[in-house]
């Protein structure tokens, strides 16, 4: 006898598959929206012959069947991580330029501790390797600066960084060496 899936069944549906969509941000979007509207269009099935709690029972975790889904695009063991590049990416700039920022602060504060009143220009070639030199120009008590940009090695270490903090290099399409061929038996 079928049941009737009431709003109240579609909502808790709705969770789990939502719940399920988040774990499966590392497929690709097609893959992810297919597995989405499978699994959405096999619970209300289910929900209108079995009723939504036994349908969402039998589904079971959907952290594990988002396991499952990811096991079977890429295999088992570790892969790549697209949010963990991001957050690399993303945040150690912000961790770099506050360490970067401070060493420019010391130096500035150094050349106009009290006492000292030399106006004129103080060059300070920065963190080596990761900045540029900065140019400190001083008058009449006050100090502004210039320069400081990340090199060029800086975006290639950032990129390094990411890449391998996301193991990226697990996403790219596997080289298939073909098989050799079995001797015919005659």
């Known amino acids: 006898m079928p049941k009737t899936v009431s709003w109240y069944d579609r909502l808790r549906i709705e969770r789990v598959v939502w719940s399920l969509d988040q774990r499966l941000y590392d497929l690709p979007s097609r893959t992810r929206i297919a597995h989405r509207r499978e699994v959405r269009a096999n619970l209300l099935t289910a929900a209108a012959g ?3 709690g036994e ?3 039998r589904l079971g975790s959907p952290r594990e069947l988002a396991a499952q889904y990811r096991d079977a695009e890429f295999g088992e063991g570790p892969r790549h991580s697209w949010l963990a590049a991001a957050m690399f990416a993303l945040t150690t700039p912000l961790v770099l330029n506050f360490f970067l920022s401070e060493a420019a602060n010391a130096y500035q504060q150094a050349i106009t501790t009290p006492g000292t009143h030399a106006d004129g220009s103080y060059t300070w070639g920065g963190v080596t390797w990761l900045q540029s030199p900065l140019t400190f120009v001083l008058h009449q008590g006050q100090a502004t600066h210039v320069g ?3 090199t ?7 990129l390094a960084g990411a890449i ?12 298939r060496t073909p098989r050799p061929a079995a001797p015919a038996v005659g």
């Open 50 to 52: 079995v009723g939504a």
């Open 164 to 175: 391998a903090c996301g193991r990226l290099w697990r996403a790219l399409p596997r080289r």
């Open 55 to 57: 349908a969402l029972r």
């Open 152 to 158: 060029p090695l800086t975006y290639v270490l950032l």
């Open 148 to 150: 400081g940009a990340y």
